[in-house]
């Protein structure tokens, strides 16, 4: 299937009503096929239908906090801005870093931006990709362990959507990323110059 950012999960959402009515509609005509060809009343076998819908919906991402939904949705939501408030000012107090920095890392990863930030110190990476891009090293290496990406352009294009609102800025910063990569997956210096070449190449066709 194909699509874009926001309607993948609710293009998924569609995928799955579709085959519970038909496989439900199969199941009826089962049914009703076994009641016909029965003897007796007695012989006959009903199947009850029991796949439920997509729940899609309700689940929690990666990141986000789970609250008791005690008063509502109104009092779950209030609860939740409250929690990445004061997430964004922990930031900032134990991280020195911006306020803006700190908005912008708990928008894209809830609470899992502390795992970006602690990998950031660890390797010293907690600093921009580039003086044109805003997106931290760490989230590189955030994009590798944790978000399957094996190569520059899947961080560039579908992890931080760098290439999406300034393609120039993330052709600049391809030998960067890759060089992260490099660390991160144990690359040889020829595995290094392939991926680099490749992602110049391939990038301004990847959206």
């Known amino acids: 299937m194909g699509g874009k950012w ?18 439900k509609m199969r199941q009826e005509k089962e049914n009703k096929e076994s009641i016909e060809s029965a003897d007796d009343k007695e012989s006959k076998e009903i199947k009850e239908f029991n796949i439920m819908r997509s729940s899609s919906a309700e689940l929690k991402l990666s990141g986000a906090v789970n609250f008791e939904n005690e008063g509502g949705s109104n009092r779950l939501y209030d609860d939740e801005i409250k929690f990445f408030n004061h997430l964004e000012k922990y930031l900032v107090k134990n991280y020195k870093i911006s306020s803006e920095l700190a908005k912008s890392l708990v928008f894209t990863y809830g609470s899992n931006s502390l795992v ?9 990476l907690n600093v921009p990709i580039s003086e044109n891009i805003s997106v931290l090293k760490s989230e590189i290496v955030y994009a590798i362990r944790h978000e399957m990406a094996v190569r520059p352009n899947d961080f560039l294009c579908r992890r931080a959507g760098i290439a999406f609102l300034n393609l120039k800025a993330a052709e600049e910063s391809i030998d960067t990323v890759s060089d992260i990569f490099a660390t991160e997956l144990k690359w040889n210096s020829s595995k290094v110059e392939k991926e680099k070449e490749e992602a110049k190449q391939n990038i301004p066709f990847l959206f």
Do not use: A, C, W
Request: glycine share 8%; aromatic share 4%.
């Open 116 to 124: 970006v930030l602690n990998i950031g110190q660890e390797m010293n």
């Open 6 to 23: 926001t309607s993948y999960r609710k293009m998924g959402e569609d995928v799955v009503t579709k085959v519970v009515e038909i496989l």
